[in-house]
Structures are given as structure tokens and as C-alpha cells.
């Protein structure tokens, strides 16, 4: 009978041992987990700061870096539009998105005929025309259309829907005046 004891103190101690066997092993994996990712990221850090990654300069030479556009604003402008009676008018704030800082300055060469060519785009227009939005999107084009045609830019002309091409035409380069942003629109 005296064995019988013996074994009931020592079950209890085993499950014990077993769970402080687990917690001890997933203490040392912890560990381990945290000084790998300390190892990586320490690895990533110095290699950030030494710049010999050799995914980096892979990377940059892949991609061709983007220069911001240049903005152009243009004086505000008040029309006389083509209403019947001739008592509407807009007052319109445009500011150009171009291409780059050359374009702007050669632009501004150009700037009293551009101002001309706006202001007769817009006093053929109704209120009706520019108060929607496609009549302001169509303004928009028929602006970049004017200043390519004063600066002398080629511009794609787009083809009449339904309309078969005859003839190869040469592709036009990208015109430098990328679009036309209404930075105040007032019809009165």
C-alpha cells in the first residue's frame, strides 16, 4: 500500500514539469525570434545607411524619376459671353499645367496673344455651354488647342467617331502644355 502513495505524488508533479517544460520553450523560441528580427533589421539598417544594396540601384535604374509640372496661372479674366442680349459674362482664373519650367518661360513670351485667343474662345461660348461640365471640358481642350496653335506646337487632332483612317499620319510629339485647370469659374 505504500507504493500506491508514491505514485499519486509523483503524477501530479509531472504535468507540472510539462508545463513549465512548454512556457520554457516558448520563452527560448521568443528569444530567438526576437534576435533574428533584430539581426534583419540591424542587416537592413546598415545597408539603408551604406547604400550598397544591391536591389537599390536596380530599382532606381528601372525607373525613370518624374519631374513635377510646372504651373502657369494667368491673370483673371472677365468675358462678355454670347448670350442674346449680351448681359452675361464670366470671370475665369485659368492656370496652366505644363510641362516643365522652359515651356513656362517661353510661354510667357507668347502671353498677350495667348490672352487674345482665350478671351475670343470664351466670348463665343453661352452660359449655358460653360456653365456644364462638358462645355468647360471642351473649353479646357479648345485652350491647349489655341496656345499650341500661337506657339507653334503640333497637336494630334482627334478623328471623328466612325471615320476610317486613310492615311498614316506621323504621330505628334507630347504637347508640352498638359492641361488647362480652372482655378475660378463665375457666370454671371
Request: glycine share 6%; no cysteine.
Amino acid at each position: 500500500m505504500s507504493a500506491v502513495p508514491a505514485t499519486d505524488a509523483s503524477a501530479p508533479a509531472k504535468p507540472k514539469s510539462k508545463l513549465l517544460l512548454i512556457i520554457v520553450g516558448v520563452v527560448v523560441l521568443a528569444l530567438i525570434a526576437a534576435g533574428a528580427a533584430f539581426f534583419v533589421l540591424k542587416k537592413n539598417t546598415a545597408e539603408d545607411e551604406d547604400g550598397d544594396d544591391a536591389a537599390a540601384p536596380v530599382a532606381q535604374q528601372s525607373s525613370k524619376p518624374r519631374t513635377p509640372p510646372t504651373f502657369l496661372p494667368l491673370d483673371s479674366m472677365v468675358v462678355n459671353l454670347a448670350d442674346p442680349g449680351g448681359n452675361r459674362f464670366v470671370q475665369v482664373g485659368i492656370t496652366l499645367q505644363l510641362q516643365d519650367a522652359k515651356t513656362g518661360e517661353a510661354i510667357t513670351g507668347y502671353m498677350p496673344s495667348i490672352r487674345n485667343g482665350v478671351l475670343l474662345l470664351i466670348s463665343q461660348r453661352t452660359a449655358d455651354e460653360v456653365l456644364q461640365v462638358k462645355g468647360k471640358e471642351q473649353l479646357s481642350m479648345d485652350i491647349i488647342a489655341e496656345i499650341s496653335d500661337v506657339m507653334g506646337y503640333e497637336i494630334d487632332e482627334p478623328e471623328a467617331p466612325g471615320a476610317e483612317r486613310r492615311t498614316k499620319r506621323r504621330r505628334a510629339p507630347p504637347n508640352p502644355v498638359q492641361a488647362v485647370l480652372f482655378s475660378s469659374f463665375i457666370v454671371q
